[in-house]
């Protein structure tokens, strides 16, 4: 099986998982060792959340950019899936420990951060030269 270039933009996708990894990680490290193992609970499973709307965004994102105006207005109407995965998980998790809102509501804006680390990341990037015509 050969194996395809990478897309435009795919390798920004990656560092943002990437990004998200690292930030999940020491996240749950922090709640654990600064307020309970609880609330690092609470901040892992908004991680997997957020990891989740994420993977489901690359897909539905992908799959929308076809010719086909029908099948872009179905995968538009799928994409609202990723609001209810939030909706749910945090329903969930905030009957069960509502003391334990402000982790959990902060792993599932992972997704947010990964996204603003990349954007820093470019910010300070060096422009490439651009070839003259």
């Known amino acids: 099986m ?7 933009g795919e390798h920004h996708l990656r560092r943002i ?6 930030v999940g ?3 749950v490290l ?3 060792l600064f307020r309970s193992w609880t609330a690092a609970l609470a ?6 959340t957020s990891f989740g709307f994420w ?3 690359r897909v539905l994102t992908g799959r929308m950019l076809t010719p086909s105006v029908r099948l872009r207005w179905v995968y538009g109407f799928l994409s609202l899936g990723k609001l209810a995965l939030i909706a749910l998980v945090l329903r969930g998790m905030i009957a069960l420990y509502p003391a334990e809102a402000l982790p959990l509501a902060l792993g599932v804006l992972l997704f947010v951060a990964g996204i603003l680390l990349e ?3 470019l ?6 030269d651009t070839p003259p015509d």
């Open 2 to 8: 050969a194996r395809t270039p990478m897309g435009e």
């Open 119 to 121: 954007a820093l990341r």
């Open 30 to 32: 922090l709640w654990g």
């Open 43 to 48: 901040f892992g499973v908004g991680c997997l």
């Open 17 to 22: 998982t990437q990004a998200m990894v690292v």
């Open 123 to 128: 910010g300070f990037e060096k422009p490439e």
């Open 25 to 27: 990680l020491l996240g």
């Open 55 to 57: 993977g489901l965004h």
